[in-house]
């Protein structure tokens, strides 16, 4: 039956986190069966007004695709770039060393090759150049004979670097999504949704991963391209067949999924099944999926594998996976990326360890700064969300190179606190040699003497949002079932109501009472609980990370002789003979 937004839950006013369980919406107690309403009620918790059900149960490419030229500089870059295909100009896509970065990169490579046009691509090095494009190699570009360089997912606030570029008469694009100062820096053309002069139609899409703008980016040219006669001869580049690189870099950058980001991924995720890109298909192989990805894959399976050549391997290996045509060549990269991906765990696993000692004397701080000497940079990104995750607050990691007295930094915010505009801030205030972001995630680079004002400047910018944010915290749900309705078609029907993921929450599920039949630690700290409900129905749950929580020990310690209430999102279990359902814990609260 439907219930109120406001009513507690199975009546868990605290959880064993300490957190009141509320409906998300107009949420259901399933007692018998799937009511038919489910994914109506889904969609329309996430905020679509119910005459909008239809066109956002199946979001289309036709439904929600804006007019690209609606935002400031695409068609001059459509023009420009145009220009390049019929001049034969060299060209060299400049792209960041991440997922968002990568697809970008390989998006724009692969179509101007489809367009004859033979482009180059540049990926920093994150050690040795660090985040953005540099004058210097701008520079070195330009004199290597590149007339026109492109810029993806980084160049909104390279004032310096790209002044360095008009100097030396190289013409520089910028396609970015990260905010944006008032003053932006010198390029032929800047396209990106969060510029602070932008339409309202663009300004609306400012969710974009970079890999949005550059798809959007490369209908105009093709449109461009149409209307000067270029392809009265010669077949048009197939958009679509590039959506599986717009659907991995919009999951694995973790841009909101609305509006046309869901569509993006809905497509892109078709494209992906069909396994014709040659580096996709070695890459799922590489995750040891045995099935077409589904949108969580590409955050946890294959973004991670992509990630792992910026962060501890070599920067180009993820365009070049996405971007080969030789499937000898795509299967070992692949092999190599994941290689990387094990050795990216390992160096997590110390910096994680000796980050959380340091935030031990922060309990009184609202963003949380912690800083260590030897620390890769290549994971302090991961850490910082794991801590943020851990905490519920604002977290910044930074590396620290005593040798140029200055540290890399890499934070994660939550929802409600825009961390990406206080660093901008924390920059305007000289605070910062250089740093940047969007709400939910930022990058620096500090001097060692400044980290202690850095921190008292971010905690008393955002104390107030923080302090709001965690004030309104509670476990929303969306529905409660008995432990027998944790079925396989029950995860299919909320499958149907994704994608899932950051602005377009994952259905969480209510599941009580339960017994624990068994409790024990697998792997590093997760906890695995087999349970049971009144009526003998039996089920798997999964605590990831949680072993040393409160709530793990009372699962694993507390146990005998009490019923619990679960909450946490069902997952169908492939990895056997035979799908089974298992519930990814995230709380739980005695049921009596």
């Excluded at 994150?126 to 070195?140: D, T």
């Excluded at 990630?307 to 996976?321: D, K």
């Excluded at 089920?539 to 040393?548: E, G, L, T, V």
């Excluded at 169908?572 to 009596?592: C, K, M, N, V, Y």
Aim: charge should be negative.
């Amino acid at each position: 039956m439907a219930t109120s937004p406001l009513s507690h839950v199975l009546g868990v006013r605290q959880s064993l986190s300490g957190k009141a369980w509320q409906w998300r919406g107009g949420a259901m107690e399933l007692s018998a069966g799937l009511d038919q309403n489910l994914l109506t009620e889904l969609l329309m918790t996430r905020g679509v007004a119910r005459e909008d059900v239809a066109r956002h149960a199946n979001p289309t490419m036709r439904d929600f695709l804006p007019d690209p030229s609606e935002f400031r500089d695409m068609d001059a870059a459509a023009e420009r770039i145009a220009q390049a295909v019929l001049g034969q100009e060299r060209v060299t896509i400049y792209g960041d060393y991440d997922v968002d970065g990568a697809t970008s990169a390989a998006l724009l490579v692969q179509l101007l090759r489809e367009l004859e046009l033979d482009a180059d691509y540049y990926i920093p090095d994150r050690l040795l150049e660090g985040y953005g494009p540099s004058g210097e190699a701008l520079v070195k570009l330009a004199e290597q004979g590149s007339s026109l360089i492109v810029t993806v997912d980084c160049g909104a606030m390279a004032h310096e670097a790209l002044a360095q570029a008009r100097d030396a008469g190289v013409d520089v694009i910028v396609v970015d999504h990260h905010k944006c100062s008032p003053e932006l820096p010198l390029a032929a053309a800047l396209v990106n949704p969060n510029r602070l002069d932008e339409s309202d139609v663009a300004a609306a899409h400012g969710h974009l991963a970079a890999v949005g703008v550059a798809f959007l980016l490369a209908i105009a040219l093709v449109r461009t391209l149409r209307v000067q006669g270029y392809f009265e001869q010669r077949d048009e580049p197939n958009l679509m067949a590039l959506l599986d690189l717009v659907a991995l870099g919009t999951v694995a950058d973790v841009a909101a999924l609305h509006g046309l980001n869901r569509a993006f991924v809905t497509q892109g995720l078709k494209v992906m099944a069909k396994r014709e890109r040659i580096g996709m298909a070695a890459l799922i192989d590489a995750s040891r999926l045995s099935r077409a990805p589904i949108a969580s894959d590409l955050g946890f399976a294959l973004g991670p594998r992509i990630n792992a050549g910026g962060r501890v391997g070599e920067s180009t290996l993820g365009v070049r996976l996405l971007t080969t045509q030789d499937p000898e060549e795509a299967r070992a990269i692949a092999r190599q990326l994941s290689e990387l991906n094990e050795e990216r765990r390992a160096i997590e696993r110390e910096v994680q360890s000796a980050a959380e000692e340091l935030i031990a004397s922060q309990d009184n701080r609202a963003v949380l700064t912690v800083s260590g000497s030897g620390w890769h940079p290549g994971v302090i990104g991961i850490v910082a969300g794991r801590i943020k995750e851990k905490t519920g607050k604002p977290s910044i990691v930074i590396a620290l190179d005593p040798e140029d007295g200055t540290g890399k930094g890499s934070g994660r915010s939550i929802s409600g606190v825009d961390l990406g505009a206080a660093i901008i801030a924390a920059r305007e205030h000289d605070l910062l040699v250089a740093g940047g972001g969007h709400a939910m995630a930022a990058g620096l680079t500090v001097e060692t003497g400044k980290l202690d004002a850095l921190a008292d400047f971010l905690d008393g910018r955002l104390a107030s949002d923080v302090s709001k944010a965690l004030t309104s915290q509670a476990m929303k749900l969306d529905l409660s079932v008995s432990a027998g309705g944790l079925t396989t078609s029950l995860v299919e029907t909320l499958e149907q109501a994704g994608p899932y993921g950051v602005g377009w929450p994952a259905p969480r599920v209510a599941v009580g009472p339960v017994r624990i039949v068994k409790a024990d630690i697998v792997g590093q700290d997760h906890v695995r609980i087999i349970a049971a409900g009144p009526e003998g129905g039996s089920f798997k749950a999964i605590a990831f990370r949680s072993a040393d929580s409160e709530m793990g020990q009372t699962l694993l310690h507390r146990s005998a002789g009490r019923r619990f209430h679960f909450a946490g999102r069902v997952k169908i279990d492939d990895w056997g003979s035979r799908p089974q359902t298992e519930l990814h814990l995230e709380d739980a609260a005695f049921a009596d």
